[in-house]
């Protein structure tokens, strides 16, 4: 079946403006993670999504970011006003159930300049 | 606050070669310890989960192991398509998950 989708698979915009990257979870998975994976560093997480819950906004790392799961399917992280450290591989990942295994998309590699 | 730190920081291994990756963690209640492979320009790829001390795993050359402070991960006989990141996860009591930065491992033929 279909694995975990991102879009796009690479961004380079200029500092300061606005982007969106979005995921598509696998069908039927309640569970959805977006992690940020900068050069030759582990995956930091940012925030998930469980159900109709509110999400655990925990990880993210400034009030520039955010996320929204839209009908329980689609994810969708927006980074405001975007900065050259903004820069990485942002990995979305989704799972059966909250505690089960995650299943990763391909990420998306953004380059702020 | 929870922490995983994995060691070595790179391997290389000649084809034949058993090794084993350890992941040492801290974390508030864990609910499961996770290890994933990651190749270079995809997404972690799902190995193992772990959810109590005393408890392995395995699957073709890899062997999960679990205590109440680390786990190893073991490969007996690698090949040169078992070259990777091998990435440990921990998940805490509040769901949180938190990632080691990983093994990269090369197997020489």
């Known amino acids: 079946g279909a694995g975990v989708s991102q879009s796009p698979s690479n961004k380079v915009t200029e500092k300061g403006k606005d982007v969106e990257l979005r995921c598509d979870p696998i069908?039927?998975?309640?569970?959805l993670y977006w992690y940020r994976q900068s050069l030759g560093q582990g995956l930091e997480f940012l925030i998930y999504?469980?159900?109709?819950?509110?999400?655990?906004k925990s990880g993210l790392p400034s009030d520039r970011f955010s996320a929204e799961r839209t009908g329980g399917s689609v994810s969708t992280l927006t980074i405001q006003r975007t900065q050259q450290e903004d820069s990485a591989v942002y990995l979305c990942?989704?799972?059966?159930?909250?505690?089960?295994?995650?299943?990763f998309g391909p990420g998306t590699r953004l380059t702020v300049t | 606050e929870d922490q995983v730190t994995q060691s070595p920081e790179a391997l290389r291994l000649q084809e034949g070669e058993s090794s084993s990756l350890n992941c040492s963690y801290t974390?508030?209640?864990?609910?499961?310890l996770f290890w994933y492979r990651q190749d270079p320009g995809k997404g972690p790829e799902f190995l193992f989960t772990?959810?109590?001390a005393g408890e392995e795993k395995e699957k073709e050359r890899l062997k999960a192991t679990l205590t109440k402070k680390e786990s190893f991960l073991h490969i007996t006989a690698p090949k040169p398509e078992d070259s990777a990141t091998y990435l440990c996860?921990?998940?805490?009591?509040?769901?949180?998950?938190?990632f080691g930065a990983g093994t990269r491992l090369t197997v020489k033929p």
């Open positions: 990942a989704s799972s059966h159930r909250v505690i089960y295994e995650q299943y």
């Open positions: 999504f469980q159900g109709n819950s509110a999400p655990d």
């Open positions: 974390v508030s209640g864990l609910r499961g």
């Open positions: 069908s039927g998975h309640t569970a």
């Open positions: 772990l959810y109590s």
């Open positions: 996860a921990v998940q805490a009591a509040n769901n949180d998950m938190r």
